[in-house]
């Protein structure tokens, strides 16, 4: 029950991190540490293979979003 609680604990953390900073660069920070706090949490859970899908899914996904955020902020017009 402890680690159900650090790893939900890291999940928000994550989350504020994304929603407290308007730096693209601090969310892609705090997307990251969300995921592997949720992938960690599937890994205690006993299924590893769904953890590593979903984080080499959220892993793309959110490359995808920080780029994107990155050539946005990069545009002065």
């Given at each position: 029950m402890a680690y159900f609680v650090l790893f939900?604990?890291?999940?928000?953390?994550g989350v504020s991190?994304?929603?407290s900073n308007p730096s693209p660069?601090?969310?892609?920070?705090g997307l990251v540490?969300?995921?592997?706090?949720?992938?960690?949490?599937?890994l205690s859970l006993g299924?590893?293979?769904v953890a590593?899908?979903?984080?080499?899914v959220y892993l793309g996904g959110m490359l995808v979003v920080f780029v994107?955020?990155?050539s946005l902020a990069a545009d002065p017009f």
């Amino acid at each position: 029950m402890a680690y159900f609680v650090l790893f939900l604990g890291l999940c928000f953390r994550g989350v504020s991190v994304v929603a407290s900073n308007p730096s693209p660069y601090y969310g892609v920070i705090g997307l990251v540490l969300g995921s592997i706090a949720g992938c960690g949490w599937l890994l205690s859970l006993g299924v590893s293979f769904v953890a590593l899908v979903l984080f080499m899914v959220y892993l793309g996904g959110m490359l995808v979003v920080f780029v994107y955020s990155v050539s946005l902020a990069a545009d002065p017009f």
